[in-house]
């Protein structure tokens, strides 16, 4: 009963491109967070969009949201070896915060 | 530092018997949450808790029970660990049970029963 399912499940580029992660969910929300782990290490909070917002930005993130279509985007700019990490999307269900499977990027030098 | 700590940070256990998870946060955030990370299946939650004193059922809570005597501590018990709780375990807490604040999480919990 995930929330947010990603897609890609892997993606590896070179360095310099940009990176597209797409999320769908299921029931409405108000609003869709993104998450980067890196290997063994835990999740860390990368963006936030609510419901009322279609895009926002911070550094070389984009996230959009498309609340009729119930999917979000995540893009990121111009990637760096350093960006290769797993990327979750998480949503609200019933009062709970439940996370996709997320996409596996790999940023090669 | 404010944050939230797990321990241990990893545990070889005998099948059968009983573990407790620690979770300690720092910044008097309400909700608390469990997760177990598989290859391939991403987070899922197992149980969490939106203010102290108060438990609730995530996405696969069998096998699991938690308590929330206060609002800092959130331990996972195993009663009779079995060989497919071989996890990592994570931690974390929001302001707020999924209302839109951001959650914390802590380094994890890798636990192998065996």
């Known amino acids: 009963s995930q929330q947010g399912e990603e897609d890609p499940q892997a993606l590896s580029i070179q360095e310099g491109e940009n990176a597209t992660m797409n999320c769908s969910y299921k029931t409405s929300i108000n609003n869709l967070q993104w998450y980067r782990q890196n290997s063994g290490r835990g999740l860390v909070h990368l963006i936030l969009i609510r419901s009322n917002e279609r895009e926002k930005h911070s550094g070389r993130l984009r996230v959009t949201l498309d609340t009729s279509k119930k999917s979000s985007s995540l893009l990121i700019t111009a990637s760096r070896a350093a960006d290769t990490a797993s990327y979750f999307c998480a949503g609200p269900q019933g009062g709970k915060l439940i996370f996709g499977q997320g996409t596996e990027l790999s940023v090669k030098p | 530092i404010a944050g939230i700590t797990q321990a241990p940070t990893s545990q070889i256990l005998a099948a059968g018997r009983r573990m407790t998870l620690r979770c300690t946060q720092d910044?008097?955030?309400?909700?608390m949450y469990w997760y177990r990370q598989d290859l391939g299946l991403g987070l899922r939650l197992i149980h969490y808790?939106?203010?102290?004193?108060?438990?609730g059922k995530g996405e696969v809570p069998d096998g699991y029970s938690v308590s929330r005597a206060n609002t800092d501590d959130f331990p996972l018990t195993l009663a009779s660990a079995v060989p497919s709780q071989t996890s990592v375990y994570f931690c974390a807490s929001s302001a707020e049970t999924g209302l839109g604040t951001e959650a914390f999480f802590g380094q994890g919990t890798r636990l192998t029963v065996v």
């Open positions: 808790s939106n203010t102290a004193g108060t438990t």
């Open positions: 910044m008097r955030h309400n909700a």
